[in-house]
């Protein structure tokens, strides 16, 4: 990746999550930056900087179903990959149908995420 990439939004308000999967894609030669919350994701102009946003669901305030309901609203193109540690009844169809691009339970599978960033990111 060149340095014209653009970044891939990671927001968790789990500290530990949020750092492991920010290492894990600077390991991939990505730039990745973190957020503990949609809120400030959104307030620092995030979603006009971030070519890929990974997404927790369960979050305070707004839940990242939120966040991908209110980027679909502004009609922003960005993909949205949902991960979760809550069990749900809530299938990837769930959040696919909503305009996902994938989904995935934690612990989430890093060769699996890089490889979904990869093709549409």
């Given amino acids: 990746m060149g340095e014209s990439a653009r970044t891939i939004a990671v927001i968790d308000d789990d500290l530990g999550v949020l750092e492991s999967l920010v290492n894990l894609l600077a390991s991939y030669g990505y730039k990745a930056e973190g957020y503990g919350t949609a809120?400030?994701?959104?307030?620092?102009?995030?979603l006009d900087k971030s070519s890929c946003i990974v997404t927790d669901v369960e979050m305070p305030a707004m839940s990242g179903l939120g966040?991908?309901?209110y980027i679909r609203s502004v009609n922003s193109p960005v993909p949205v990959v949902i991960i979760t540690g809550k069990p749900s009844e809530k299938s990837d169809a769930f959040y696919l149908e909503r305009g996902a691009?994938?989904?995935?339970r934690k612990p989430i599978d890093g060769?699996?995420?890089?490889?979904l960033i990869k093709s549409v990111c």
């Fill in 111 to 115: 060769d699996a995420l890089v490889d």
């Fill in 39 to 46: 809120e400030q994701f959104l307030n620092v102009g995030g």
């Fill in 67 to 69: 966040l991908l309901h």
């Fill in 101 to 104: 691009v994938g989904f995935f």
